[in-house]
């Protein structure tokens, strides 16, 4: 799940935090990298995440991580074992292929209530409300 296309260099989390920001305190970047990145970004445009990728600052994991840190969504990836045994396949099967592909996300699990879909752009709000009809129940993107 690349998590690094859902977001731009002015989002700001409920605290005011801008996510360039979380990264300088989680040790992710110097405030002179930020920098460099913001610069970039001014120049040539796109999302935060993804001129962090195109400049190999940070790698797929780190940015997704950060950036679900960011929304406070649940990180889920797929290539730890242990998440993909979390996929609850009668759950996963209720979301047809199609969906699935369309929006790049699988309905992974329950919880209180509510499915857990891992997507690849958790922002997306016509996949949220897509899957949220076509399963008939409130969804947690993750």
Do not use: W
């Not at 260099?9 to 040790?27: N, R």
């Not at 600052?57 to 991580?65: F, G, Y």
């Not at 209530?113 to 996949?127: E, H, K, Y």
């Amino acid at each position: 799940m690349d998590l690094g296309q859902v977001t731009s260099g002015i989002a700001e989390t409920e605290a005011g935090l801008l996510f360039g920001e979380l990264l300088v305190s989680k040790g992710l970047l110097t405030r002179e990298q930020l920098e460099e990145v913001l610069n970039k970004q001014r120049e040539q445009g796109g999302r935060l995440g993804e001129v962090l990728l195109g400049l190999h600052m940070l790698d797929d994991k780190d940015v997704t991580a950060a950036l679900a840190e960011h929304f406070s969504m649940e990180y889920i990836h797929f290539d730890d074992t242990n998440k993909m045994n979390m996929v609850d396949m009668d759950i996963a099967r209720k979301l047809p292929e199609s969906i699935a592909r369309r929006f790049c996300l699988v309905a992974a699990y329950e919880e209180d209530n509510s499915v857990v879909v891992a997507m690849a752009d958790p922002l997306n709000v016509v996949a949220v409300d897509t899957v949220t009809l076509k399963l008939k129940r409130s969804i947690k993107p993750a």
